[in-house]
């Protein structure tokens, strides 16, 4: 095959795993590095695990992603691909697997006639009876080849007969069969432990097994990249290619992504979507650049053009595309650190403006919508002590958490004492061993003085004089003005909080503070 050519082929059954978001990277990375194509197949042959909206849902986070397809079941809409089951953007279609059982049948009919695949009328009674036995007799459970030498005539007779019947791969009894995978090379398989297993079940429909590789062959696709818990099922594919006597196309086995603790990730330990890492105010720069080295490592040679030393973990997906090569590739397993995915998305929200970081962080704020502003949209509106906010206050409050954001979503906790009072219990206020007399005094001093500055944008600078003047301790003011404007133990220091609420707000709390 001389054009480069790899494809992401999910089943509509849920949201997008993190394992299956690595595997299309790298798939589309491996594209765009060879200058090759990237195609979208939907493998919805399974049709009791299929779930509505899970295309879309697919197409949309690769879309946030940034993961754009070259084919596949779509149709430009407003530059974007829309999922649409009548229209194909491509040659090799059609790129749903439901629609193209006429082509998996001639195939079929064309191992049968080959010899190299044969009907199977057990029923399925027979075959629970036939793995319960196998299991106490300490066998592994295989189909046992009852069917595979009936002859002619007595196939026909079944045929006849109407009997249901499913088209079963004849696999080598003797030998070894010997694959061939990118980053393991030669890998060798006794044939004594093939089962004959199934390519078309008694509906018509095709087994993944079988339809994957009639559809690789068809849409010519030269590589293949999937998770190493598809290596047992290797030489299927592989005398499948040679049953039909097709080009075989180059496979790539991507290692485990296992726990900090040595396990597979599971739903259990917990989040394993794309979908919930969005909804938690992951970016999408931090997803890639993380997932891009769970197995995948730059070359040192080459991390320096284009990237400083400082930064050789840092790609964006433009530099990915320059950047990746199968021979960055290993076989050792990959941990995912939610800390070190954590250290990306920090990185990335400080690397936004504050304009772009404001929008991004709205929605997380949209619980305390109630009025229209003029320069927030009508879905995206807050109240703030029955003052409108506009843009420019939000901006000053994320601005402010900018540096301490790991998640999007944190905004919303971190961030509430500025559009709601404060709830605090008194004792809160005491600084050390003061009394709360002292305390209230303290706060009265310091709302008198701010009351007094002419310019309130230097108010850090006056206080701090204003305190070593009069030989009073910082922490005996500046703990309860921070409580008073926060109501927290730590935040951001209550000079930049008192800048952000402005002058009368920042008098009203301390105010307040001085009646607990």
């Known amino acids: 095959m001389n ?84 229209h194909d953007t491509g040659d090799y279609g059609p790129y749903i697997q439901s629609q193209r059982l006429a082509i998996y049948k001639k195939h079929a009919d064309e191992l049968l006639a080959k010899g190299e695949a044969y009907h199977c009328f057990c029923t399925a009674e027979r075959l629970e009876q036939m793995r319960a036995k196998q299991t106490e007799n300490k066998q592994a459970p295989r189909y046992d080849k009852a069917c595979r030498n009936l002859t002619e005539a007595e196939v026909q007779d ?29 890998i060798k398989f006794p044939a004594k432990d093939l089962e004959d297993h199934v390519l078309i079940k008694s509906n018509g429909v095709p087994t993944y097994q079988f ?97 400083a030393p400082a930064r050789s973990e840092i790609f964006s997906l433009k530099e990915l595309t320059q950047e990746f090569s199968l021979e960055g590739l290993g076989v050792s397993p990959a941990v995912f650190d939610s800390e070190k995915l954590d250290y990306y998305n920090g990185y990335y929200i400080r690397q936004k403006s504050v304009e772009e970081l404001t929008e991004l962080c709205l929605p997380y704020l949209t619980h305390n919508t109630q009025h229209t502003t003029r320069n927030i949209p009508s879905d995206k509106i807050m109240t703030i002590f029955d003052v409108e906010a506009d843009f420019s206050y939000i901006k000053k409050v994320v601005a402010l958490e900018q540096e301490r954001l790991v998640k999007l979503a944190d905004i919303a906790d971190k961030t ?21 007399d002292e305390i209230k005094n303290n706060l009265n001093e310091l709302k008198s003085k701010i ?66």
């Open 211 to 307: 339809a994957s590789v009639v559809d690789d062959h068809l849409m010519q696709i030269s590589h293949v990249t999937r998770g190493e818990e598809w290596l047992p099922s290797f030489p299927k594919n592989i005398l499948l290619y040679q049953a039909f006597g097709w080009e075989v196309p180059k496979f790539i086995h991507l290692p485990l992504i296992l726990n900090k603790g040595g396990g597979k990730l599971s739903k259990r330990q917990g989040d394993v979507f794309v979908e919930d890492y969005k909804a938690k105010g992951y970016l999408p720069e931090a997803l890639i650049n993380f997932c891009a080295l769970l197995g995948w490592h730059p070359n040192e040679n080459t991390v320096g053009a284009g990237l």
């Open 158 to 186: 079944k045929l006849q007969a109407g009997l249901p019947f499913v088209i079963r791969q004849k696999m080598p009894e003797a030998g070894e069969v010997m694959v061939y995978d990118e980053l393991r090379g030669e």
């Open 451 to 516: 009351e007094s500055l002419v310019d309130f944008n230097d108010l850090e600078k006056n206080i701090l004089a204003w305190l070593k003047e009069g030989d009073k301790k910082n922490g005996d003011y500046l703990w309860p003005m921070r409580v008073a404007l926060t109501g927290l133990k730590a935040s951001p220091s209550p000079f930049e909080v008192a800048s952000v609420l402005g002058k009368d707000e920042t008098l009203k709390r301390l105010a307040i503070a001085n009646t607990k």
């Open 416 to 436: 509430v004492y500025f559009f709601k009072e404060p709830a605090y219990e008194a004792g809160l206020l005491i600084w050390k061993n003061l009394s709360q």
């Open 3 to 86: 054009n480069v050519r790899l494809r992401l082929a999910p089943s509509p059954t849920g949201f997008l795993h993190l394992g299956n978001l690595r595997t299309a990277l790298f798939g589309y990375l491996l594209a765009k590095k060879m200058q090759g194509k990237f195609v979208l197949r939907i493998e919805d042959t399974d049709e009791k695990r299929e779930v509505a909206g899970a295309v879309d849902s697919l197409i949309n986070i690769l879309n946030w992603l940034g993961l754009e397809f070259d084919e596949g079941p779509f149709d430009y809409a407003q530059g974007k691909p829309t999922f649409d089951l009548s």
